[in-house]
């Protein structure tokens, strides 16, 4: 049972506007969640997290808004570059559990020129 | 300095065999964790070592398994190899566990294997 959920495979986006990823998950017990991207060939990077107490935490271009009570986070991308062009895979913790990052299936994301 | 690495990074078996894979941690990492990754299932957890003791072992077959070396690198094994096998394998390291939350975790270009 994924409780980590990347319902969308894929996105494409215009250069310059907004990218939306989504991502769900089941266990009420994570707190903190993280998001990394991955290219080709490369191995996924770290890119931003929020911890539960949260509900926005922001880095330069990227903004990453968590809602507890619909067990939903997103990652907005502004303005979305084709450099962006990567899987994102969003993933959670629960801190005190001594349990690893679980993982969503990830989104691929295509920013258009 | 160097990054984490894993060798091989491409590797073709055939149904039945056996495989092994290397992971070199970052130096002075001490938790090596591995995930699978295929298109249909994501980034599942395979297994964490911290210190040669494995911490923490996902929902795989006993077909998987793996160890640590007191220098910190580690192996991971797959036997009678299935089609179902074919994916990426992503080798990560930190200096300790649980710092997957700061983000302080490391991933590997990860080796490719191919079952036929």
């Known amino acids: 049972d994924q409780q980590v959920k990347q319902n969308s495979p894929s996105l494409s986006v215009q250069e310059g506007r907004i990218s939306i990823l989504n991502c769900d998950y089941t266990?009420?017990?994570?707190?903190?969640f993280l998001w990394y991207k991955k290219y080709p060939a490369e191995g996924p990077t770290f890119l931003i997290s929020i911890s539960s107490i949260k509900d926005k935490n922001e880095d330069g271009r990227f903004t990453v808004f968590l809602n507890k009570s619909a067990k939903h986070l997103s990652l907005h991308i502004v303005p979305s570059q084709p450099g962006d062009s990567a899987v994102y895979f969003c993933?959670?913790?629960?801190?005190?559990?001594?349990?690893?990052?679980?993982f969503g299936k990830g989104t691929r994301l295509s920013v258009i020129a | 300095k160097a990054g984490v690495t894993q060798t091989p990074r491409y590797l073709i078996k055939t149904r039945g065999q056996q495989v092994t894979l290397s992971c070199s941690p970052i130096s002075g990492h001490r938790s090596v964790s591995w995930y699978q990754q295929t298109p249909g299932q994501g980034l599942q957890f395979l297994f964490e070592?911290?210190?040669?003791?494995?911490?923490n072992k996902g929902n795989f077959p006993g077909r998987f398994s793996g160890r640590q070396f007191s220098n910190s690198r580690s192996e991971m094994n797959v036997s009678t190899l299935e089609l179902g096998d074919s994916a990426l394998y992503l080798c990560?390291?930190?200096?300790?566990?649980?710092?997957?939350?700061?983000?302080?975790?490391?991933f590997g270009e990860g080796s490719r294997l191919t079952v036929l």
């Open positions: 993933a959670a913790i629960l801190v005190s559990g001594n349990t690893p990052l679980v």
């Open positions: 070592y911290f210190s040669e003791t494995q911490r």
């Open positions: 266990n009420s017990m994570f707190d903190y």
């Open positions: 990560a390291s930190s200096l300790r566990p649980g710092q997957g939350v700061t983000g302080e975790l490391f």
